[in-house]
T-cell receptor, first 114, second 114 residues
Framework: KAGVTQTPRYLIKTRGQQVTLSCSPI?????VSWYQQTPGQGLQFLFE???????NKGNFPGRFSGRQFSNSRSEMNVSTLELGDSALYLC?????????????FGPGTRLTVT | KQEVTQIPAALSVPEGENLVLNCSFT??????LQWFRQDPGKGLTSLLL?????REQTSGRLNASLDKSSGRSTLYIAASQPGDSATYLC?????????????FGTGTQLKVEL
């Protein structure tokens, strides 16, 4: 069974631009979560989607948004990019949005903002 | 607010040594605890998931324990190998807003030397 896939793997953007990242969960997984990883802040939760609905949101500004499609694929969008948005963005999927289900992570998208 | 701490931050050991990585969390109202490994520039690989009703889990040379009452988990690695070199992260799984959220520790960077 294929794992979580994320595209693109690497991205370079200029400050002020916007970016869209994509995540395809493991087949059958309905919950998709997004995390930001930086050297200074570590791994921080962005948001979680289940059945096309955002159920949780972390403490990030409104420039960060996401959505989930009917096939469970998810996208996250960052508008008006800032230098501090440079990070590894990780997507995770789990079988059902239950509390005892293991989360599986993709390889991440490395975003560099110049 | 849940805070997760991992000690030590970095560890260097000779090949063959048994070692223990520690994880502590401030709020015992967790549902699961998951241990991950991360290789440089890569995504997270799930190692072990301990459900809230369990005290430990084992997979090969890895054994993880969970003591919710004291807010602690340990990851035991037996007979360490150079291939074990990576950053190890623990994450507590909490239920919020009806969905999933992982709060990550700061990580332990492990180097196993020949």
């Amino acid at each position: 069974k294929a794992g979580v896939t994320q595209t693109p793997r690497y991205l370079i953007k200029t400050r002020g631009q916007q970016v869209t990242l994509s995540c395809s969960p493991i087949s059958g997984h309905r919950s998709v979560s997004w995390y930001q990883q930086t050297p200074g802040q570590g791994l921080q939760f962005l948001f979680e989607y289940f059945s096309e609905t955002q159920r949780n949101k972390g403490n990030f500004p409104g420039r960060f948004s996401g959505r989930q499609f009917s096939n469970s694929r998810s996208e996250m969008n960052v508008s008006t990019l800032e230098l501090g948005d440079s990070a590894l963005y990780l997507c995770a999927s789990s079988l059902v949005a239950g509390i005892n289900y293991e989360q599986y992570f993709g390889p991440g998208t490395r975003l560099t903002v110049t | 607010k849940q805070e997760v701490t991992q000690i030590p931050a970095a560890l260097s050991v000779p090949e063959g040594e048994n070692l223990v990585l520690n994880c502590s969390f401030t709020d015992s109202a967790i549902y699961n605890l998951q241990w991950f490994r991360q290789d440089p520039g890569k995504g997270l690989t799930s190692l072990l998931l301990i459900q809230s009703s369990q005290r430990e889990q084992t997979s090969g040379r890895l054994n993880a324990s969970l003591d919710k009452s004291s807010g602690r988990s340990t990851l035991y690695i037996a007979a360490s190998q150079p291939g074990d070199s990576a950053t190890y992260l623990c994450a507590v799984h909490i239920l919020t807003g009806g969905g999933n959220k992982l709060t990550f520790g700061t990580g332990t960077q492990l180097k196993v030397e020949l």
